[in-house]
């Protein structure tokens, strides 16, 4: 990665003080702002003071090129996009089998009171979700894509992908290490533990994509994506146009059965990361980089 010329010189440990002094800061103020407020505002709060204020914050007092360090200074390629939608096309069927064994996880009886927990707050996080996407309005869920899909896509990549893994980009640590570091921070950020491997995967996905492309649009584009199939799903069955049940059962075997198709969904994915990096590394692709999977 390219080293960038600092503004204000400290080190890597005091950087990531003011980024997580800035990202609470923030959440104070985010609750201020959503008290008393319907659950869109509180998220749009929480996009735009918990992740966007405190990315772009810490990268003008740290770095001379602010957008540059951010990677939002380089347009996506068309390649690149059209990589992630066939990649989440691929990757469902091994992704629903990957939700549904997270999901009956149970941990040890002497654990029972963190399980209870863990169990309350991913129901909490469940129903504030329901209670978000339950609307059969189209303009209600455009809205709500706007939000949950668009906003919450840059905000989040803003903070974890651009500022937090930036960091740790600009010093000379292992970059898988880096981006599997920031994949667990940012799954366990959200307090849903029965789909923590899930999304932990998907934040280890952002982080290869931002290094391999340069372009935080990418992982932007890509974790949109992501959420807004969720909320036009949902939005769908609210409507009784499509059954969310059997979509999210694609891919899980029946009692006993071998996961043949999560398998071949998992194959297919690896094959086409495989062929981008590839790619990347003959030098065929318009946006060409030398880093590798190695």
Not at 45 to 70: C, D, G, H, I
Not at 104 to 114: K, T
Not at 146 to 160: A, D, H, K, R
Request: net charge negative; glycine share 6%.
């Amino acid at each position: 990665m390219e080293k960038l010329e600092e503004k204000l010189n400290i080190s890597f440990g005091m950087k990531q003080v003011v980024l997580w002094v800035l990202l609470f800061a923030g959440l104070i103020i985010a609750s201020f702002v959503a008290m008393g407020q319907p659950v869109s505002i509180g998220m749009i709060a929480q996009n735009v003071l918990v992740f966007v204020a405190p990315a772009v914050v810490f990268a003008y007092l740290v770095y001379k090129a602010p957008w540059r360090f951010l990677r939002l200074d380089k347009a996506p390629a068309l390649q690149d996009i059209l990589l992630v939608i066939v990649a989440m096309v691929a990757s469902l069927p091994a992704m629903n089998y990957l939700v549904d064994l997270n999901s009956q996880m149970h941990l040890p009886d002497w654990m029972s009171g963190v399980e209870e927990w863990m169990r309350e707050s991913e129901d909490a996080a469940l129903e504030l979700t329901n209670s978000l996407l339950s609307t059969t309005s189209l303009v209600e869920m455009l809205w709500i894509v706007l939000i949950v899909g668009v906003l919450t896509g840059i905000g989040e990549e803003m903070f974890f992908r651009g500022a937090m893994l930036g960091t740790f980009l600009q010093k000379p640590v292992n970059k898988h290490v880096s981006i599997v570091f920031v994949a667990f921070i940012f799954s366990a950020f959200h307090m849903q533990f029965f789909g923590f491997v899930p999304r932990l995967l998907l934040g280890i996905w952002f982080g290869y994509l931002v290094v391999w492309t340069r372009s935080l649009w990418v992982p932007i584009i890509a974790h949109a994506l992501n959420n807004s199939v969720v909320v036009v799903a949902t939005y769908l069955a609210n409507t009784h146009a499509i059954d969310t049940h059997a979509l999210n059962n694609i891919g899980l075997p029946q009692d006993g059965q071998f996961p043949i198709m999560a398998t071949a969904s998992a194959i297919a994915t690896a094959l086409i990361i495989y062929i981008f990096v590839k790619t990347r590394k003959t030098g065929k692709h318009e946006n060409a980089d030398t880093i590798s999977l190695e």
